[in-house]
């Protein structure tokens, strides 16, 4: 597979403290990779040098290089606009705006210059059919975004996302505050979307990496300890401290 992600020698530092040591890695496209390993040990920094969350924190400092299509998303030229565009992420406690069901989906492309009503209706429509919402709130999309529960909520995230059409999608954690039936319903969305996006996720729950990632990553201490096939990650480890943390020893 290709990989789209390419991130080479990357350190990354919140003021003195050394969060990320020379993280190596290529993401293949059209996948599912799982970012696992336990509290602290950098996952969501990672997750957020992949679309420059991080450029909000101040104090932070990187080295290194990110490349996604072959493009150094950290180079002078680069719109974060765009990029964010290109890069959309899921957080763990869903975050809909205090705006309609329709005005959430519709947010990300009216902000991108869609002004057709006709063209909007289709961009919800679609969005919240491929997030497996649309049956649930196609007769009252007026009604609040708030009103809606929690997975219903995180599943209206990832239309928001996916409704101005990113080539990755980043889950920080985004069942971790659900119930186990609104979780397995975006696992199934999130298995049946990686034909068309790559899937960056982030999971502290091991089963759910095994279950639906293809490729998995274990950090400790900010370093990558151990990426490879999901299968063999979880069956064969080579390295004594991944065997330790996914046979739950620690963490
Ligand atoms: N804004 C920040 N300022 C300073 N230090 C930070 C900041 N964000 C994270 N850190 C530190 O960087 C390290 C990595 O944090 P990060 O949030 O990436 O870990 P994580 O693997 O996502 O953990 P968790 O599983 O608990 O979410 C931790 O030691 C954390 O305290
Ligand atoms: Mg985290």
Redesign the pocket.
Known sequence: MEPIIHIDKLNLY??S?H?LKDVSMDIPEKAITAFI??????????LRTLNRMNDM?S??RIEGKVQIGGTDIYSEDVHVEALRKQVGMVFQQPNPFPKSIYDNIAYGPRLHGVRNKAELDHIVETSLKQSVLWEEVKNFLKRSALSLSGGQQQRLCIARALAVQPDILLM??ATSALDPISTLKIEELVQELKDKYTIVM?T?NMHQAARISGRTVF?LN?EVVEADDTKTLFSTPQDSRTEDYISGRFG
Not at 37 to 46: D, M
């Open positions: 919140y003021s403290y969060a390993g336990p509290s602290g040990c950098g996952k969501s920094t990672l924190i104090g932070t920080d954690e982030v502290h950090f900010g």
